[in-house]
DNA sequence: CATTGACCTGT
DNA sequence: CAGGTCAAT
């Protein structure tokens, strides 16, 4: 199955860069801990299976891509001290949450049609379905490799998830989010599938979001998901319950225990996007995850 | 604009 | 209720 795979070392210290943590942080969902403590997992069409070198800041990586694509998949090519540092000049207020994720760094999707349909599994639903679900999508394309009785699948284009019937995504359990990805599929493909998604990454982010909100079924937050983890829109910013509670803890003291509407929705966005231009996202993504693991304490 | 309820399913 | 969105009010 797709030929002998490549092997190679990437030397950096577990606080620049934690796989695992990274993977797993709501950003990709095909990515699992096996028993042996290797991460295994798949992006668009390549997969990976990285292992945590003895007593050295390095990792082992197989993969049936070159460095450069899981290089770029964890965007090594980003100075994670440089970014932290920057961070913290920018805004203070951040350190604490930078320092409880060390490792934690913004991905990059190498596929942009896998991050749009994962993102329309979140929308209201919670991180181990959303896992669930995206890999009932991924089944539909062809297997590349079998790692540790883990299935690893191509991530499907959009001509094939186009023919998925409603009814076929409802009896995997997907609820009423069967029919608005069916119809997103068809939608995609009459814009022009993968190359027009591919378009919006070489949009200006306004006009990205603009473009994706007139998907029915795909509001401001999802958009800017797909906008960050999809298409390199790194100054993006997705205001979730999460984000937002960190956001009126912060910044919007008067606005804590409200809802969260259009307006407020972007008058918080941009002001992180202002405050933190195209490093945005990799803040939201500190706030983000800090949020996700320590929600329940801080409450 | 802001608010409200419906919407699948699983923990 | 969960990393929301839409339609109606």
């Not at 960190?246 to 259009?262: E, I, K, M, N, S």
Request: with cysteine; proline share 4%.
């Amino acid at each position: 199955m797709g030929g002998a795979p490549y092997s190679f070392e990437i030397e950096i210290p577990r606080r620049y860069f934690d796989v695992g943590l990274s993977a797993s942080s709501g950003q990709m969902f095909r990515w699992k801990q096996t028993a042996n403590s290797e991460w295994v997992g798949a992006n668009g069409k390549h997969w990976f299976r990285v292992r945590v070198l003895d007593g050295r800041e390095a990792y082992r990586v197989e993969s049936s891509g070159p460095p450069t694509v899981f290089q770029s998949l964890f965007r090594l090519d980003w100075d994670a001290a440089d970014v932290t540092e920057t961070l913290t000049r920018l805004g203070p207020e951040l350190e604490p949450y930078l320092q409880a994720m060390p490792g934690l760094r913004l991905t990059r999707s190498g596929d942009a049609v896998e991050t749009f349909f994962s993102f329309l599994c979140s929308a209201n639903n919670h991180i181990s379905r959303i896992t669930g679900m995206v890999n009932h999508l991924a089944a539909y394309g062809p297997r590349l490799e079998v790692v540790d009785v883990i299935d690893l699948h191509r991530f499907p284009r959009v001509a094939t998830l186009a023919k998925v019937e409603e009814a076929e995504l409802r009896e995997k359990g997907f609820g009423y989010r069967a029919a608005t990805i069916t119809q997103i599929a068809r939608e995609l493909e009459s814009r022009g599938g993968e190359a027009y998604l591919r378009s919006l990454g070489a949009m200006p982010y306004e006009r990205a979001q603009i473009e994706l909100l007139g998907f029915k079924g795909i509001g401001r937050k999802l958009a800017d998901c797909i906008a960050l983890f999809g298409l390199d829109h790194t100054e993006a910013v997705p205001i979730d319950t999460h984000i937002w509670q960190a956001a009126t803890r912060l910044y919007f003291p008067h606005w804590q225990g409200t809802a969260l509407t259009d307006r407020k929705y972007e008058e918080a966005s941009a002001f992180i996007r202002n405050r933190f231009g195209r490093l945005a996202g990799w803040a939201q993504q500190a706030l983000f995850y800090e949020n996700v693991v320590n929600w329940r304490t801080r409450k």
